[in-house]
């Protein structure tokens, strides 16, 4: 089964809707001066916390680990990062997800052992994501990912997701913009799509190849 994550979720009335939908786990965008930057209203993240439930998996966005540290407690199950900091302290029981960007001029970065998963985005050289354009998935292939768990992001939609699940048999599929009519304005006609098209092509299953699951 491949996993959903809706990220860049600005609401609790979304969050609501996407977590009745059947999404497995919601990104929150801490990352300042972004369109779906919420980190600066507390009260919003905790009613995001809220309006998801106790088995949706919600995701702090950040652009350093060493951010971690200053999560609010009890909020966040997961934190997705793009930059490694030496100085971080992970709070304990805090799932660790590390960004990667594919493309070219991108810069290629190790994957920690301490790393529980990997996204895979497109690189741009203006945004960490969000951009709403996919990576070449072939150039997947030639990643060392140290064995973890893949989540492929970048330009996915309920029209190319299907595509993405058959050329990488990622562990997670993660969309954002390919559900939306503005940014952080999520249609759920188009996330229910998404998941829908997740499930069509699990249930097919007839291609070969792809990353590790």
Request: overall charge neutral; hydrophobic content about 45%.
């Amino acid at each position: 089964m491949t996993r959903v994550k809706v990220c860049g979720v600005t609401s609790a009335h979304d969050a609501a809707e996407i977590a009745s939908i059947g999404v497995h786990a919601m990104g929150v965008i801490l990352v300042p001066d972004t369109p779906r930057y919420v980190g600066d209203k507390p009260q919003v993240l905790e009613a995001i916390r809220r309006a998801a439930g106790p088995f949706v998996c919600l995701v702090a966005v950040v652009r350093s680990l060493g951010e971690a540290e200053k999560l609010p407690a009890g909020v966040f199950s997961a934190v997705q990062y793009y930059e490694e900091s030496r100085e971080a302290k992970v709070p304990a029981g805090l799932k660790r997800i590390r960004a990667l960007r594919v493309g070219v001029g991108a810069t290629v970065h190790a994957v920690a052992a301490d790393d529980d998963a990997v996204v895979l985005d497109a690189y741009d050289p203006h945004c960490l994501g969000g951009t709403g354009r996919r990576f070449e998935w072939r150039d997947a292939g030639a990643l060392d990912l140290g064995g973890k768990p893949v989540i492929v992001a970048g330009g996915l939609t309920p029209a190319n997701v299907g595509q993405a699940i058959c050329a990488l048999r990622p562990y997670a599929v993660d969309v954002s913009s390919g559900v939306e009519t503005a940014p952080g304005r999520k249609d759920m006609t188009l996330v229910r799509a998404f998941l829908g098209a997740v499930r069509d092509a699990d249930a097919a299953m007839d291609c070969d190849g792809g990353l590790d699951r």
